[in-house]
């Protein structure tokens, strides 16, 4: 009887969050148009989303690399900038908040939102080895 009441709360509670899947399911990414990168946010980029340690790279055309690692798992995906959206090729999304030449944030909007702060690092110090080894110049 517990199990049917945790099932319940949980949709009850996720109700009008949106959620990555439809995205994903239907991936829009290849008909994205990506615009000319603000200078600003030329270049590569880590920072933390949770548990993965996130780097990302952005050329001034638009067009770029979202690479995360956690535990075994190690990504690499292509992005594209439009419009202060970075769109990831698996069909899901990050909406840029802020930048400067410094830093940027970025907020998901699945499951009430969270927000992650990403830090300039052409060197990739701060990036995983697996992320330092594919985005390396």
């Known amino acids: 009887m517990k199990i049917p009441t945790i099932v319940l709360a949980t949709v009850l509670i996720l109700t009008g969050c949106q ?3 439809d995205e994903m399911l239907n991936n829009k990414f290849v008909s994205i148009a990506p ?8 270049g590569i980029w880590s920072g933390n989303m949770g548990p993965y340690l996130t780097s990302f790279s952005f050329t001034s055309d638009g067009y770029g690399v979202f690479c995360y690692s956690y535990a075994t798992a190690d990504v690499i995906q292509k992005v ?4 202060n959206v970075i769109y990831i090729q698996d069909g899901t999304k990050l909406d840029i908040k802020t930048f400067d030449t410094n830093t940027f944030v970025v907020n998901a909007n699945y499951f009430g939102g969270h927000k992650s702060t990403f830090y300039k690092d052409q060197n990739l110090k701060e990036a995983s080895q697996f992320c330092s080894s594919k985005l390396s110049i």
Do not use: E, G, M, W
Request: net charge neutral; aromatic share 6%; hydrophobic share 25%.
């Open 19 to 21: 959620s990555p899947l």
């Open 35 to 42: 615009q000319n990168t603000p200078l600003d946010l030329i």
């Open 80 to 83: 594209k900038y439009s419009n």
